[in-house]
């Protein structure tokens, strides 16, 4: 596997100096943040990107994400516009020697929490998600926002869009997912793309708001949408994970062994209730998810793709964007590579 490092470009408070000092790693996974969704990223960005990293001694190894504009979800006519948007991103990226892509298919709202500094007891702060809280929630307030959200949305246009979504029902939003996977494999194939789709963060239903790719059955029939590795998965352990009934290792396991995980997050989280749980540092036993059994899945298959620090917590006074600290990435980061190393020792 290959340790990498999200880095949010030139406004992450964290330089690429010091992500470079951490030992072991040696990508990072960014994007074009300066283009809006559905638009081409033009070549010149990428190329930019792509320097800038390289002249600090890193290389760009996965683009997360290409956001899917949300009238491909919806499957209204202007999809085909935005479809061969999205072909033409991949063909700059491949130019560019991008192999790597991770997106998600999730209606309106990226991952969400209800807290982003709850205290945990050892005065650290950790992203949660607490149910009866998002219950009380209202997403149409208009004064809403948590990470995850797209904040350009404005009140009107956050209605809109949520009334546009009454009349996608499951079996809908899977025919939308189909036909954009349909035109959109070809091109990563060609351009030798693997492509990542990413759990929804939670994986479940989140203010009225569908969610399909949330276990491993549903995982199973996107794959069967389109049969190639190109059609793969980013396996998310803090998003599958925070479901109890995924088993998160035997799906790493069982999608490896098909060759469809073509990107890896590891987070871990803490179930504190049926549908509630609180972000953890990496280690075990902090959380519910055993990283020693992921990384012993992961040299199972013999992976050797891109693997990144999700979320962290924010310890030792930093402050900046929630789960996205330089400190707790990093010490997850090393113990990652640790368990790596003591895992393929063991078994020379
Ligand atoms: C990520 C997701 O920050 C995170 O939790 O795991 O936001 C992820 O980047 C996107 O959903 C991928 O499209
Ligand atoms: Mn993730």
């Given at each position: 596997?290959?340790?990498?490092?999200?880095?949010?470009?030139?406004?992450?408070?964290?330089?690429?100096?010091?992500?470079?000092?951490?030992?072991?790693?040696?990508?990072?996974?960014?994007?074009?943040?300066?283009?809006?969704?559905?638009?081409?990223?033009?070549?010149?960005?990428?190329?930019?990107?792509?320097?800038?990293?390289?002249?600090?001694?890193?290389?760009?190894?996965?683009?997360?994400?290409?956001?899917?504009?949300?009238?491909?979800?919806?499957?209204?006519?202007?999809?085909?516009?935005?479809?061969?948007?999205?072909?033409?991103?991949?063909?700059?990226?491949?130019?560019?020697?991008?192999?790597?892509?991770?997106?998600?298919?999730?209606?309106?709202?990226?991952?969400?929490?209800?807290?982003?500094?709850?205290?945990?007891?050892?005065?650290?702060?950790?992203?949660?998600?607490?149910?009866?809280?998002?219950?009380?929630?209202?997403?149409?307030?208009?004064?809403?926002?948590?990470?995850?959200?797209?904040?350009?949305?404005?009140?009107?246009?956050?209605?809109?869009?949520?009334?546009?979504?009454?009349?996608?029902?499951?079996?809908?939003?899977?025919?939308?997912?189909?036909?954009?996977?349909?035109?959109?494999?070809?091109?990563?194939?060609?351009?030798?793309?693997?492509?990542?789709?990413?759990?929804?963060?939670?994986?479940?239903?989140?203010?009225?708001?569908?969610?399909?790719?949330?276990?491993?059955?549903?995982?199973?029939?996107?794959?069967?949408?389109?049969?190639?590795?190109?059609?793969?998965?980013?396996?998310?352990?803090?998003?599958?994970?925070?479901?109890?009934?995924?088993?998160?290792?035997?799906?790493?396991?069982?999608?490896g062994d098909k060759e469809r995980v073509n990107f890896v997050h590891a987070r871990n989280v803490k179930l504190v209730g049926e549908k509630s749980f609180q972000e953890?540092?990496?280690?075990?036993?902090?959380?519910?998810?055993?990283?020693?059994?992921?990384?012993?899945?992961?040299?199972?298959?013999?992976?050797?793709?891109?693997?990144?620090?999700?979320?962290?917590?924010?310890?030792?006074?930093?402050?900046?964007?929630?789960?996205?600290?330089?400190?707790?990435?990093?010490?997850?980061?090393?113990?990652?590579?640790?368990?790596?190393?003591?895992?393929?020792?063991?078994?020379?």
């Amino acid at each position: 596997m290959k340790m990498t490092f999200r880095w949010y470009g030139k406004e992450d408070p964290i330089s690429l100096e010091y992500i470079r000092q951490i030992p072991g790693m040696e990508g990072i996974v960014s994007a074009i943040y300066d283009v809006p969704v559905g638009e081409v990223r033009p070549l010149e960005k990428i190329k930019a990107l792509k320097q800038e990293i390289e002249d600090a001694g890193l290389v760009l190894s996965v683009i997360e994400s290409v956001p899917v504009h949300e009238d491909i979800k919806l499957g209204k006519p202007t999809r085909d516009k935005y479809i061969e948007n999205y072909c033409q991103t991949l063909r700059h990226l491949s130019q560019c020697g991008i192999r790597t892509v991770c997106y998600n298919f999730r209606p309106v709202f990226d991952w969400t929490r209800s807290q982003l500094d709850f205290k945990l007891e050892d005065g650290s702060t950790a992203l949660i998600y607490d149910e009866t809280d998002i219950e009380k929630m209202n997403p149409l307030s208009g004064e809403l926002t948590l990470p995850g959200w797209d904040s350009s949305y404005t009140k009107e246009g956050l209605e809109a869009l949520f009334n546009d979504y009454k009349s996608v029902d499951e079996a809908q939003l899977w025919e939308n997912l189909t036909y954009f996977v349909r035109k959109v494999m070809p091109v990563a194939e060609e351009e030798d793309i693997l492509m990542a789709i990413h759990p929804d963060d939670p994986p479940w239903k989140i203010f009225g708001l569908l969610r399909i790719i949330t276990n491993k059955e549903n995982l199973e029939r996107f794959i069967n949408i389109y049969d190639s590795k190109h059609n793969g998965l980013t396996m998310c352990s803090g998003s599958l994970g925070a479901d109890k009934n995924n088993d998160f290792v035997d799906m790493l396991k069982y999608f490896g062994d098909k060759e469809r995980v073509n990107f890896v997050h590891a987070r871990n989280v803490k179930l504190v209730g049926e549908k509630s749980f609180q972000e953890a540092a990496h280690l075990s036993e902090k959380g519910s998810i055993d990283m020693y059994e992921v990384i012993k899945a992961l040299h199972s298959f013999g992976y050797e793709g891109p693997i990144r620090p999700d979320h962290g917590r924010m310890i030792w006074g930093e402050t900046g964007k929630p789960g996205y600290g330089l400190y707790d990435r990093a010490l997850g980061a090393v113990y990652l590579n640790g368990l790596y190393e003591a895992i393929t020792k063991a078994n020379l």
